[in-house]
């Protein structure tokens, strides 16, 4: 029996597809293709190895920095265009970083994580395309020693505003924001183009700028409520 032949099912359709694809292809944009893909394959299995993240995929245009403060669990999928990054320094400044991300979380087109302190990402989680995640601020607005508008803001130092706690199983959409202190709990879904700055309770949903409360799971009727 051949090589081919004695693979596993699964692999053995994802082989057939992608020389389908290059074969139906003309030579040179195959070949080409054919680059850019054990580009990926090989960028992959380098970041895998570096975070101790098995079966990691990680998409073009992909910025992963502060590699020695990041966590990753198993099964993780990026599509393209992630930022992710650990701050240890920024001018006169360092931090401590810690950013935890468990196994099967998917990260849709260019969403970016950027962390001073502590993020926290559970298991199972969707993040949907263009999303933003931070525990910090350019600049201090609250309290003493707060920033100058005369300043420019890459120029002001980073202020620390709280961790971001994920739980298992959330859905994030596109373009939400979300700013720490905050905790969205297992199994909540944040609509589209929403900001969070409040916790959100498990099993819940919410949508807007300030994001409100719109449904609840009701576990004895297995439906989503209207609040």
Same mark, same amino acid.
């Given at each position: 029996?051949?090589?081919?032949?004695?693979?596993?099912?699964?692999?053995?359709?994802?082989?057939?597809?992608?020389?389908?694809?290059?074969?139906?292809?003309?030579?040179?944009?195959?070949?080409?293709?054919?680059?850019?893909?054990?580009?990926?394959?090989?960028?992959?299995?380098?970041?895998?190895?570096?975070?101790?993240?098995?079966?990691?995929?990680?998409?073009?245009?992909?910025?992963?920095?502060?590699?020695?403060?990041?966590?990753?669990?198993?099964?993780?999928?990026?599509?393209?265009?992630?930022?992710?990054?650990?701050?240890?320094?920024?001018?006169?400044?360092?931090?401590?970083?810690?950013?935890?991300?468990?196994?099967?979380?998917?990260?849709?087109?260019?969403?970016?994580?950027?962390? /001073?302190?502590?993020?926290?990402?559970?298991? %199972?989680?969707?993040?949907?395309?263009?999303?933003?995640?931070?525990?910090?601020?350019?600049?201090?607005?609250? %309290?003493?020693?707060?920033?100058?508008?005369?300043?420019?803001?890459?120029?002001?130092?980073?202020?620390?505003?709280?961790?971001? /706690?994920?739980?298992?199983?959330?859905?994030?959409?596109?373009?939400?924001?979300?700013?720490?202190?905050?905790?969205?709990?297992?199994?909540?879904?944040?609509?589209?183009?929403?900001?969070?700055?409040?916790?959100?309770?498990?099993?819940?949903?919410?949508? %807007?700028?300030?994001?409100?409360?719109?449904?609840?799971?009701?576990?004895?009727?297995?439906?989503?409520?209207?609040?």
């Amino acid at each position: 029996m051949s090589e081919l032949g004695q693979l596993p099912p699964v692999k053995q359709g994802k082989l057939a597809r992608r020389i389908k694809q290059f074969t139906s292809e003309p030579l040179p944009w195959a070949l080409y293709m054919l680059a850019v893909w054990a580009f990926a394959k090989f960028r992959s299995r380098m970041y895998a190895s570096l975070l101790k993240a098995p079966h990691l995929n990680v998409g073009p245009r992909c910025s992963i920095r502060g590699t020695e403060c990041i966590t990753m669990g198993r099964d993780i999928s990026i599509y393209g265009g992630l930022w992710l990054e650990a701050v240890q320094h920024y001018r006169q400044q360092s931090f401590s970083p810690k950013i935890i991300i468990g196994d099967n979380v998917s990260f849709s087109l260019d969403v970016h994580i950027t962390c /001073i302190e502590r993020i926290e990402i559970g298991n %199972g989680v969707l993040f949907g395309s263009r999303v933003h995640v931070s525990d910090h601020n350019h600049g201090r607005y609250v %309290g003493s020693d707060q920033s100058h508008p005369q300043q420019a803001p890459a120029e002001r130092e980073l202020a620390a505003r709280g961790p971001v /706690i994920i739980e298992d199983n959330v859905w994030i959409g596109d373009n939400v924001i979300i700013l720490g202190p905050v905790r969205i709990g297992t199994g909540a879904v944040v609509g589209a183009n929403s900001v969070i700055s409040t916790d959100v309770p498990a099993a819940s949903m919410v949508v %807007g700028a300030p994001a409100k409360l719109v449904k609840k799971f009701d576990d004895e009727l297995n439906v989503w409520k209207k609040v």
